[in-house]
């Protein structure tokens, strides 16, 4: 398994020199105290634990996996341990509220701390992570008593969450499901029905796992307006905030996945399982929606940890692998062949490595000073405009992060060549444990989907224009810059033929609304390339800065432009073949009769 190294400096350029978190953190309501040194310690801190805590469980615990016997789960040789330290030294409880035993600090670096474990180690990381969703909804919908009794040990970690949504007739169509809500003369109901595919749904790392469930009351009306939200512990807790006895949630068994072993994917059965209503009844979904963009990125995380993780171990081993001479003559004439990074295709992964590695953590980074915002804005116009770009980009960056994590880790594999395909590298680990990051939190279609149907459409483009005018003014802002044309140029382009094709689509869809569907996939990944060129077109703006100021770290900056120049000749240019496909409309789709697919 590659050797894990935080990027430390990458993540402080973001953080310090191109998104000046520390004046958006002291613009933030109650957060003035935060300021650059307490966000490298924590950085630093974070990147020691997730080094030598985490990093070194991850093959172990793909190879031994879950174990699940008797309706119980228990997670891999070291897992429990490791949590136990998370617990102790308040990683769980960094981003909460004080007045629930948090620490108070912004969302953001949580999302920073949570990068360096995942990419570290995936499959733990899941456990802590989960309970964020539950956290939050708790923190948003729940009642004084609610909180009172389930958020301070979530908070602190001695508990973790989990959202059991998905049932094993319907994953995203949620209006189908059938999980009951019984109402009991005490104000609980009794909760009956099955959930699949419920990540860190049992295990034996917490005291008690505090369950987030959709289910329906008898009367409600069919569909999605008729979900409500149950708040379902593993086991009862008492009025004083002690455990009880076991509550009727039992695990029937845990998946065989493809990847991300360590995990316990688990089959819920609620057994008239006591549960409390959490916000209004049939507002489920509703509610839901507020954590729903936050998971949506953090699972957008997982695509930068892969291609993360692949260029480390890629760029280690092409370092070090001999193969062959340069075309050009031999570059170590000392060694009996040439290390394999002289030769332009193996340069060519792993700078498509390290392109998505980076651009994607920009647009991450950016999207997590966004939920900031709308959690902590001073006023309601930073808040509405935050949640705004959220809305609009956060599907692009889960859906487009994760196909091209995925890509990279492919890429890393390849480069290893046969040595990839074998296990004790980790180089198809990451592949394995990768490929759920395009199914969970919904498909890359359904992200798709919700872009150009939901974000684009219905809102007359509005989402888009307010994301391109952003991108509109910085590039009228260096139009004259003469050392950023090769970035400014191409980029302003884009960014008006974007506006051009999403109005040829929209017209489209008003003949035939299929078109939306034909177009979705392909205008979400030419919507990432174009986004993500914004964010190498700002990080090397803010590299030949450092430059031309006479900075002594001339490798790291001189690096960042020419990772913007290749990402710009040789990655944004894939906009064409799918603008291409795009526009060739949903006939090519549709026309085939469904027989006609036989064998």
């Given at each position: 398994?590659?050797?894990?190294?935080?990027?430390?400096?990458?993540?402080?350029?973001?953080?310090?020199?191109?998104?000046?978190?520390?004046?958006?953190?002291?613009?933030?309501?109650?957060?003035?105290?935060?300021?650059?040194?307490?966000?490298?310690?924590?950085?630093?801190?974070?990147?020691?634990?997730?080094?030598?805590?985490?990093?070194?469980?991850?093959?172990?615990?793909?190879?031994?996996?879950?174990?699940?016997?008797?309706?119980?789960?228990?997670?891999?040789?070291?897992?429990?341990?490791?949590?136990?330290?998370?617990?102790?030294?308040?990683?769980?409880?960094?981003?909460?509220?004080?007045?629930?035993?948090?620490?108070?600090?912004?969302?953001?670096?949580?999302?920073?701390?949570?990068?360096?474990?995942?990419?570290?180690?995936?499959?733990?990381?899941?456990?802590?992570?989960?309970?964020?969703?539950?956290?939050?909804?708790?923190?948003?919908?729940?009642?004084?008593?609610?909180?009172?009794?389930?958020?301070t040990k979530l908070i602190s970690g001695e508990w973790t969450g989990t959202m059991c949504l998905t049932e094993p007739h319907c994953g995203t169509d949620l209006g189908i499901l059938r999980t009951k809500a019984e109402p009991n003369a005490d104000g609980s109901y009794n909760i009956t029905g099955t959930k699949i595919f419920i990540s860190a749904g049992d295990h034996d790392m917490a005291d008690n796992i505090v369950h987030i469930v959709l289910a329906r009351l008898p009367d409600a009306p069919k569909g999605t307006k008729g979900i409500s939200l149950f708040i379902v512990?593993?086991?009862?807790?008492?009025?004083?905030?002690?455990?009880?006895?076991?509550?009727?949630?039992?695990?029937?068994?845990?998946?065989?996945?493809?990847?991300?072993?360590?995990?316990a994917t688990c089959v819920l059965n609620f057994e008239g399982a006591r549960g409390f209503l959490i916000g209004p009844p049939n507002r489920g979904l509703n509610c839901m929606f507020t954590f729903m963009n936050t998971a949506r990125v953090g699972t957008a995380v997982q695509g930068i940890a892969a291609a993360e993780l692949s260029f480390q171990g890629a760029l280690t081993y092409a370092k070090d692998r001999l193969a062959m001479r340069s075309l050009s003559g031999p570059k170590f004439p000392e060694k009996e062949a040439d290390p394999i990074i002289v030769h332009p295709d193996v340069r060519r992964m792993l700078l498509t490595q390290k392109a998505f590695a980076e651009g994607g953590r920009a647009l991450i980074y950016f999207l997590a000073q966004q939920i900031d915002l709308v959690e902590e804005g001073a006023d309601e116009t930073s808040r509405q405009a935050a949640d705004d770009l959220m809305a609009f980009l956060t599907p692009i960056a889960k859906a487009f992060c994760t196909e091209t994590g995925l890509e990279s880790a492919n890429h890393g594999v390849q480069v290893y060549g046969g040595h990839g395909f074998i296990r004790e590298w980790g180089m198809e680990q990451i592949v394995r444990d990768t490929r759920i990051a395009t199914l969970y939190e919904g498909t890359t279609g359904v992200q798709a989907i919700d872009l150009l149907g939901r974000k684009v459409m219905l809102t007359q483009g509005r989402l888009l224009k307010n994301f391109s005018k952003i991108v509109h003014k910085f590039c009228v802002e260096n139009e004259a810059d003469a050392a950023l044309k090769e970035f400014i140029e191409p980029l302003a382009a884009m960014n008006k033929e974007w506006g051009?094709?999403?109005?040829?689509?929209?017209?489209?869809?008003?003949?035939?609304?299929?078109?939306?569907?034909?177009?979705?996939?392909?205008?979400?990944?030419?919507?990432?390339?174009?986004?993500?060129?914004?964010?190498?077109?700002?990080?090397?703006?803010?590299?030949?800065?450092?430059?031309?100021?006479?900075?002594?770290?001339?490798?790291?900056?001189?690096?960042?432009?020419?990772?913007?120049?290749?990402?710009?000749?040789?990655?944004?240019?894939?906009?064409?073949?799918?603008?291409?496909?795009?526009?060739?409309?949903?006939?090519?789709?549709?026309?085939?009769?469904?027989?006609?697919?036989?064998?």
């Open positions: 398994m590659p050797q894990y190294k935080a990027p430390i400096r990458d993540m402080q350029f973001l953080l310090h020199e191109v998104f000046n978190v520390e004046g958006h953190y002291q613009a933030l309501r109650g957060n003035d105290e935060v300021n650059r040194e307490l966000i490298d310690a924590i950085i630093e801190e974070g990147a020691r634990f997730s080094e030598n805590e985490l990093a070194p469980l991850c093959r172990s615990g793909d190879e031994e996996g879950c174990h699940f016997e008797n309706g119980v789960v228990t997670t891999p040789k070291g897992f429990k341990e490791a949590y136990k330290k998370y617990v102790e030294n308040g990683w769980g409880a960094m981003t909460a509220h004080r007045e629930q035993g948090g620490q108070g600090l912004p969302a953001s670096m949580g999302t920073v701390v949570s990068e360096m474990n995942g990419t570290a180690n995936w499959s733990w990381a899941m456990y802590p992570g989960l309970s964020h969703g539950a956290i939050r909804t708790i923190e948003a919908h729940g009642t004084p008593e609610q909180k009172e009794l389930f958020l512990p593993k086991n009862h807790v008492n009025a004083d905030g002690s455990i009880g006895d076991r509550n009727g949630v039992v695990c029937g068994s845990i998946e065989h996945k493809m990847g991300i072993k360590a995990s051009d094709t999403t109005t040829q689509v929209g017209m489209r869809a008003v003949a035939n609304q299929e078109e939306v569907g034909g177009a979705a996939v392909d205008y979400l990944m030419y919507s990432g390339y174009i986004t993500l060129a914004y964010f190498w077109a700002l990080q090397a703006k803010v590299a030949q800065q450092k430059l031309a100021e006479g900075s002594t770290e001339i490798g790291f900056y001189t690096a960042k432009v020419q990772t913007a120049r290749f990402y710009f000749q040789r990655l944004l240019p894939r906009t064409r073949s799918h603008l291409a496909a795009l526009q060739s409309g949903v006939a090519n789709l549709l026309d085939m009769d469904v027989d006609n697919f036989a064998f």
